[in-house]
């Protein structure tokens, strides 16, 4: 099963949020236009090596078990992409999404 699930910023900008349920997990993903953080499922080093030519701006927040969680953790890793556009490892998922509009 999946969910999705409008989520409104602090800048008033609406992202989608996506929840899909899986046997003994939930994969989650907050996206926009740009760009998106997502669970621990995100293989941010197939990213920045062997996708790189996608330019692929991502950050990856670990032990989330909810998109509420999701907004609110720390980054543990991110994209160069998403680097080159101010996100820092530590950010929280909220003030990355922001800066992914």
Same mark, same amino acid.
């Given at each position: 099963m999946m969910n999705m699930v409008p989520i409104r910023l602090k800048n008033g900008a609406t992202v989608i949020g996506a929840e899909?349920?899986?046997?003994?997990?939930?994969?989650?993903?907050?996206?926009?236009?740009?760009? +998106?953080?997502?669970?621990?499922?995100?293989?941010?080093?197939?990213?920045?090596?062997?996708?790189?030519?996608?330019?692929?701006?991502a950050g990856r927040a670990v032990g989330v078990r909810t998109l509420d969680e999701l907004l609110n953790a720390p980054l543990e890793s991110i994209? +160069?992409?998403a680097e080159k556009i101010g996100i820092t490892i530590g950010m929280k998922g909220y003030d990355a999404l922001e800066l992914m509009l």
């Open positions: 899909v349920f899986l046997p003994k997990t939930t994969l989650l993903s907050i996206s926009t236009d740009r760009g +998106y953080i997502m669970c621990g499922a995100l293989d941010v080093g197939l990213l920045n090596e062997r996708l790189k030519d996608r330019q692929i701006i994209t +160069y992409e």
